[in-house]
């Protein structure tokens, strides 16, 4: 009995078919993309634009150290990263209008077309820094204390003006809100602090 031949699969096509499958999931697939921190940064000055000394008082700024041990200090004194939220927020408030906290000055804000003079801090900074042996992870700890500071602050005023959450409001709220409670964190380069490595 002769064996009959099977007829080969013909599989030219198949790199054509599997090519065009790659460029399909390629082009249809979204990639999660790391967004970073979110900071907006100063324009650069034109070439031939001196830089100008800016007089800030030393009141206003809220000085964020952490050295290479990842030890934070605040204001030049140690401080546990669970009590900095808190200590921010009465620098950024200045609720008692405490000479040694930032000053508070009137600012024109519009709530729901109606202008309004609010005391506000303003001129407000908080300075972060860090050495260059501090770990990144720490580094993130400090930056969500200073930031959920501020997100606090201004679920709180949106609360008491609009009885909603600062989320739930909509952008021209969000901005009114945003203009008493201006978010400025100050990244200083990492320096050497100090500190056993």
């Known amino acids: ?93 200045n609720e008692a209008d405490d000479a040694s906290l930032p000053e508070k000055l009137p600012v024109e804000v519009e709530f729901d077309g109606i202008k309004e003079q609010v005391l506000t801090t303003k001129n407000h900074v908080i300075s972060l820094q860090n050495d260059r042996g501090t770990q990144y992870q720490k580094y993130i700890e400090v930056q969500n204390e200073l930031v959920a500071a501020y997100n606090e602050l201004r679920n709180e005023m949106s609360l008491l003006r609009f009885g909603m959450k600062y989320d739930e409001l909509d952008e021209n709220r969000q901005k009114a809100i945003q203009t008493v409670y201006p978010q400025k964190i100050s990244e200083a380069e990492p320096k050497n602090y100090g500190g056993k490595k």
């Open 1 to 93: 009995m002769e064996k009959k031949k099977v007829q080969e699969i013909n599989a030219s096509s198949m790199a054509d078919i599997s090519f065009l499958l790659l460029i399909f999931f390629l082009v249809t697939t979204t990639m999660s993309v790391d967004k970073g921190l979110s900071r907006r940064l100063p324009p650069p000055l034109p070439p031939n634009m001196e830089k100008a000394d800016i007089d800030v008082k030393k009141r206003n700024i809220f000085i964020v150290l952490i050295n290479s041990n990842n030890q934070l200090l605040v204001q030049g004194e140690a401080l546990d990263v669970k009590e900095l939220r808190e200590k921010a927020k009465t620098f950024i408030k």
